[in-house]
């Protein structure tokens, strides 16, 4: 087991709550999660900027209340150049200093298009039309350290790997200062992906996003939308678990664990977890990989 010394440095992910009862849950978790010390939180947006207010909210709240250094999402989509730049300047005000810019994906419709993967994104009339765009914008209005999204195995939507890496560098040169991966299972993948944006001239980090499976058919369904590949190892680990949670939450810690212990053998120091607003799986995983609990300053 690594030493406290060589623990990796991680961040999380959370979404808005849709209820209180999720809300109290969320506040759970990030209060279970908060004295690992991550260097960031962040918190999503929903499709269409459908969570927008609620996302405000959280972000505020993890901030002023956690001790936490806390990330807001803003996407380009469903509002004009004016609207961004207004809750951007809100966020400066409200002391967020860090954006995670996204293109965004069109909210789901009746017949199920758009979304995630599903094409027909039209950029938003007088609004920013692409995350590189946003970026540009973002500094304009203040320093703001910004994230943006970097896709493994490509962007659903990319006509090309070589197209989707030029799609990044934009984002990168527009004044983003690192990226963070979609999640990912194959390592090598990544790896191939890190060596081939350092390649093209991208200096910043690329943090992996580390999906932990809570749920195997779910996840096959998200990796479809978004492009990830799922080897064959974390079929067979899953397979006959549909119906026993305790165990696949078992073996859930100990692929992602495995999966980051390779990547820490391979030079990786960081790691974006998607916590899905759960605290007990991240926590275990964190636990192993030597990433242990600090005081920190809840005043909340």
Same mark, same amino acid.
């Given at each position: 087991?690594?030493?406290?010394?060589?623990?990796?440095?991680?961040?999380?992910?959370?979404?808005?709550?849709?209820?209180?009862?999720?809300?109290?849950?969320?506040?759970?978790?990030?209060?279970?999660?908060?004295?690992?010390?991550?260097g960031f939180v962040s918190v999503t947006y929903g499709a269409g900027g459908s969570t927008r207010e609620r996302t405000h909210a959280t972000v505020t709240r993890i901030q002023q209340e956690a001790g936490l250094t806390a990330a807001a999402h803003l996407t380009c989509v469903a509002a004009t150049r004016e609207e961004i730049d207004a809750i951007a300047r809100a966020y400066w005000q409200a002391?967020?200093?860090?954006?995670?810019?996204?293109?965004? *994906?069109?909210?789901?419709?009746?017949?199920?298009?758009?979304? &995630?993967?599903?094409?027909?994104? %039209?950029?938003?009339?007088?609004?920013?039309?692409?995350?590189?765009?946003?970026?540009?914008?973002?500094?304009?209005?203040?320093?703001?350290?910004?994230?943006?999204?970097?896709?493994?195995?490509?962007?659903?939507?990319?006509?090309?790997?070589?197209?989707?890496? *030029?799609?990044?560098?934009?984002?990168?040169?527009?004044?983003?200062?690192?990226?963070?991966?979609?999640?990912?299972?194959?390592?090598?993948?990544?790896?191939?992906?890190?060596?081939?944006?350092?390649?093209?001239?991208?200096?910043?980090? &690329?943090?992996?996003?580390?999906?932990? &499976?809570?749920?195997?058919?779910?996840?096959?369904?998200?990796?479809?939308?978004?492009?990830?590949? &799922?080897?064959?190892?974390?079929?067979?680990?899953? *397979?006959?678990?549909?119906?026993?949670?305790?165990?696949?939450?078992? %073996?859930?810690?100990?692929?992602?664990?495995?999966? @980051?212990?390779?990547?820490?053998?391979?030079?990786?120091?960081?790691?974006?977890?998607?916590?899905?607003?759960?605290?007990?799986?991240?926590?275990?995983? @964190?636990?192993?990989?030597?990433?242990?609990?600090?005081? %920190?300053? %809840?005043?909340?």
């Amino acid at each position: 087991m690594p030493s406290p010394a060589a623990a990796p440095e991680v961040s999380f992910e959370f979404f808005p709550p849709k209820t209180e009862k999720m809300e109290q849950s969320l506040w759970q978790a990030v209060l279970r999660l908060a004295p690992l010390g991550p260097g960031f939180v962040s918190v999503t947006y929903g499709a269409g900027g459908s969570t927008r207010e609620r996302t405000h909210a959280t972000v505020t709240r993890i901030q002023q209340e956690a001790g936490l250094t806390a990330a807001a999402h803003l996407t380009c989509v469903a509002a004009t150049r004016e609207e961004i730049d207004a809750i951007a300047r809100a966020y400066w005000q409200a002391g967020i200093r860090h954006i995670v810019a996204l293109r965004g *994906d069109p909210p789901v419709g009746a017949d199920g298009s758009g979304g &995630i993967g599903g094409g027909g994104y %039209v950029p938003h009339p007088g609004g920013y039309a692409y995350a590189n765009d946003l970026v540009e914008g973002l500094k304009r209005i203040a320093d703001f350290e910004i994230s943006v999204t970097a896709y493994p195995e490509g962007h659903p939507e990319a006509v090309s790997a070589e197209a989707d890496l *030029d799609n990044l560098k934009r984002k990168i040169d527009a004044g983003a200062t690192r990226a963070i991966s979609q999640f990912f299972f194959d390592n090598d993948k990544f790896l191939a992906f890190q060596d081939r944006a350092a390649k093209a001239g991208i200096t910043v980090p &690329i943090i992996p996003g580390i999906l932990p &499976i809570t749920n195997f058919t779910r996840t096959v369904e998200m990796a479809g939308k978004c492009g990830a590949s &799922i080897p064959p190892a974390f079929a067979d680990a899953f *397979d006959g678990l549909d119906k026993d949670p305790e165990v696949r939450h078992l %073996v859930a810690a100990h692929m992602a664990v495995e999966q @980051c212990r390779n990547l820490l053998a391979r030079g990786v120091r960081h790691f974006h977890f998607y916590t899905l607003n759960r605290a007990e799986l991240t926590l275990a995983i @964190c636990h192993m990989l030597g990433v242990r609990a600090r005081p %920190v300053g %809840v005043v909340g």
